[in-house]
């Protein structure tokens, strides 16, 4: 049973900074395409950005392209997202997800079978 544990959320004024870490557990372990997703009150889970196995291959969403960075760290089995010029609209709980399987990342949430219980992020103005 795979497990992923996000933290690093919190409060933040806008223009600020936070970095998001995703750590993932389990035997066996099986983790290849990370992602975040988050959602805010009252609307959709909408993607943020993915990344390859490798690491080597990324994407991320036209609202927090050039402000959000994700990476990974394989040795330490864990995914980062650095969040930066934070937006009040970036409000909402973030979530990690995970692949065991396929190694390119990918943007729709059905891609992925493995899912963190989320972390609240908040942007005050």
């Known amino acids: 049973q795979m497990q992923l544990l996000e933290s690093g959320g919190g409060l933040v004024q806008a223009g600020g900074s936070l970095r998001l870490s995703c750590a993932a557990s389990g035997?066996?372990?099986?983790?290849?395409?990370?992602?975040?997703?988050r959602q805010a009150p009252g609307k959709a889970r909408e993607f943020v950005a993915a990344i390859s196995y490798s690491g080597s291959?990324?994407?991320?969403s036209t609202n927090v392209k050039g402000r959000f960075t994700i990476s990974r760290d394989n040795a330490k089995k864990t995914v980062y997202l650095q969040m930066n010029s934070l937006k009040p609209e970036d409000t909402a709980v973030y979530y990690c997800a995970a692949d065991p399987l396929r190694s390119e990342p990918a943007t729709y949430d059905?891609?992925?079978?493995?899912?963190?219980q989320g972390t609240q992020v908040t942007v005050s103005s």
């Open 110 to 116: 059905t891609y992925y079978d493995y899912w963190g």
């Open 57 to 60: 291959a990324t994407t991320s």
């Open 27 to 37: 035997r066996p372990f099986s983790v290849k395409a990370m992602a975040w997703f």
